[in-house]
Structures are given as structure tokens and as C-alpha cells.
């Protein structure tokens, strides 16, 4: 529609992941936008009626669609790096665990 706005919202790791509240700058006033936990890179929000205004009285205004940017760190500290190894563990564990469910199911 031609009142929609399109942005893109960086966020870190831990905020896709965990979830979180941040605030967008918006034409009108900075607006909050909730981030559900395990937002995936690339993933499209839309807040409804937050894009441009109705310029008449019978058409509505549009909606504002944010694309989720999740920034993946460079350099880690040894400290996140032992946080993201212990990460990596579980999940080879918990996928080892489904893929035995899904075999044992058909």
C-alpha cells in the first residue's frame, strides 16, 4: 500500500534470541517495538498503523514493517566465547535427542 513504511532494526544476539524491547526512531516519535524471543535474521514485523498517516479522511493510514537485522559479533571475549560454546553444546545435544525421537516415531 502506498502509506506503508519499510525499515530495518538492528538488534544483537541475545536480543533475537531472549526477546526484548527497543525503540525505533519513527517520523511522528520514537515508537517501542517489542521483539519476540527467537526472532530469526531477516524476519519482517509489522506494527499496524504506525506507517504514514491517511493523507484523506476514508483511506487508512498504512503500517510501518520493520526487517530484523541480527548483528553477529566479530571479536568475542573469552568469556562469550565459553558462553557460546556451552550454546553449541546444548543444541548438538538437544538435536541429537529429536532426531533420535523423529527415528524412533517413523
Not at 42 to 52: A, E, F, T, Y
Not at 61 to 84: A, F, H, R, S, W
Not at 85 to 96: F, G, H, N, P
Request: glycine share 10%.
Amino acid at each position: 500500500r502506498d502509506n506503508d513504511l519499510f525499515t530495518t532494526l538492528s538488534i544483537g544476539v541475545g536480543d533475537a534470541a531472549l526477546g526484548a524491547e527497543v525503540t525505533l526512531e519513527h517520523p511522528e516519535s520514537d515508537i517501542q517495538v517489542d521483539i519476540p524471543s527467537g526472532t530469526q535474521p531477516g524476519q519482517v514485523l509489522r506494527l499496524d498503523g504506525k506507517g504514514m498517516p491517511a493523507q484523506r479522511r476514508m483511506v487508512r493510514g498504512g503500517d510501518l514493517y520493520i526487517k530484523i537485522d541480527v548483528n553477529i559479533p566479530e571479536d568475542l571475549t573469552e568469556e562469550q566465547k565459553e558462553v557460546m560454546e556451552e550454546l553449541r553444546e546444548k543444541e548438538e545435544k538437544d538435536k541429537s535427542f529429536f532426531e533420535n525421537v523423529k527415528d524412533f516415531i517413523g
